[in-house]
Every structure is written in structure tokens, then in C-alpha cells.
């Protein structure tokens, strides 16, 4: 127990489920957890997640079968827009009744009966979150000559094969080798 001292934001009390194998329970929780982001997406600060689960009592466990949500805020990395995104994770995960060797494979019933869904509900959306977001499919992103937003207006640094380095390379590519060919024309 390091890091989370503090009461766990989603938690069940599941004495009873564990009391009768076969059991079965239907949660719905909803709760702000801290510290939900990566450098492109993140769940704001106070936003809440929810989680609407089966909690199912067997043998090495309890199952959690259900769905998370959660307003998530992405960054575009074309055009760095922020944009917001209603994301659901589908989830499915045995929380065992035995404390296992390394806290950090897979999850546990905790020592007082209580189920705390904070981790499971962390990992999950996290990695739910896209790692290149788009404001759209099709964004076209900033101009790298004048940096304006594309989407809004062009420019006229547009057509692809004068600004995009690549095409430019392959570009002076083709010249030296026609100026090749002309100098060997036998060739
Ligand atoms: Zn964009
Ligand atoms: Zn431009």
C-alpha cells in the first residue's frame, strides 16, 4: 500500500456478495478520480467517471463485467485544437480473494470486504485513450511554413510536394537524375 492512502472514490461494500458464491450484484458508481491524463488526453480535473457493472461472486473471486464512461479532453496533434470526447471502455476483470505476490498483476478484494474500483477503472480508460488524437479525421492540421490553422483558411502554401519536406527530397532526387541522363545520354 503505497501510493493511495486516501479512501478509495469508487468502493463496494461486498461482505454479502462474497458470503454467497454465485451472487450477484448490480453497481452503479460515479465519482472524480485524479490524475487521469497522458500528454494528449485527459479526464478534466473534478469530471467525473462512471462505472455501471455486474459484480458476480465465484469461486477465486469477484468478476466485474460492465462499462465505464467518461468526458475525456483531447489535444489534436495536427492542429493542437482541444476537443472533447464521451468515451466507453468495456471492461471485465476478476478481482481475487488472495493477495497476490506482485501489486502489480491484476487486482484484489480488499482485506475489509470492500471492492475498490480505482485502479481497474485507471487502467482501463487510460489505455482507452487515443494515443493521436484528431479534432477530425480529416484535419489538415497547421501550415509548417506560416503555422496558420489550416481547417480555418489556406494559406496558399497548400499544394503537398512544395512544403512537405519528403516530396521535396524525392524532388531534387529526380532532377539530379535527369541531369544525369543528359549528360550520359548513351546511358
Ligand atoms: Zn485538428
Ligand atoms: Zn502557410
Not at 479512501?7 to 454467497?20: F, I, N, S, T
Not at 472533447?84 to 488472495?98: K, P
Not at 493521436?132 to 483558411?153: H, K, Q, S, T, V
Request: charged share 25%; hydrophobic share 45%.
Amino acid at each position: 500500500m503505497s501510493k493511495h492512502v486516501t479512501a478509495p472514490a469508487l468502493a463496494v461494500d461486498v461482505r454479502e456478495l462474497l458470503q454467497q458464491p454465485g451472487a450477484h450484484k448490480h453497481v452503479v458508481l460515479r465519482a472524480a478520480l485524479p490524475d487521469l491524463a497522458t500528454p494528449v488526453a485527459s479526464v478534466p480535473a473534478g469530471s467525473p467517471v462512471t462505472v455501471d457493472a455486474e459484480l458476480e461472486s465465484v469461486v477465486e473471486g469477484l468478476l466485474v463485467t460492465g462499462k465505464l464512461g467518461a468526458t475525456v479532453a483531447l489535444r489534436c496533434v495536427r492542429c493542437l485544437r482541444d476537443v472533447e470526447h464521451e468515451l466507453e471502455v468495456d471492461v471485465r476483470e476478476l478481482f481475487a480473494l488472495e493477495p497476490r505476490d506482485d501489486e502489480d498483476e491484476g487486482y484484489a478484494v480488499l482485506a475489509n470486504d470492500r471492492l475498490s474500483l480505482d485502479t481497474m477503472v485507471r487502467d482501463a480508460l487510460v489505455l482507452a485513450f487515443p494515443a493521436f488524437p484528431l479534432c477530425r479525421p480529416d484535419c489538415a492540421g497547421i501550415c509548417p511554413e506560416c503555422g496558420a490553422d489550416r481547417n480555418a483558411f489556406d494559406c496558399g502554401h497548400g499544394a503537398p510536394g512544395v512544403t512537405d519536406p519528403r516530396w521535396a527530397a524525392l524532388a531534387s532526387l529526380r532532377r539530379e537524375l535527369e541531369e544525369e541522363h543528359v549528360a550520359r545520354p548513351e546511358a
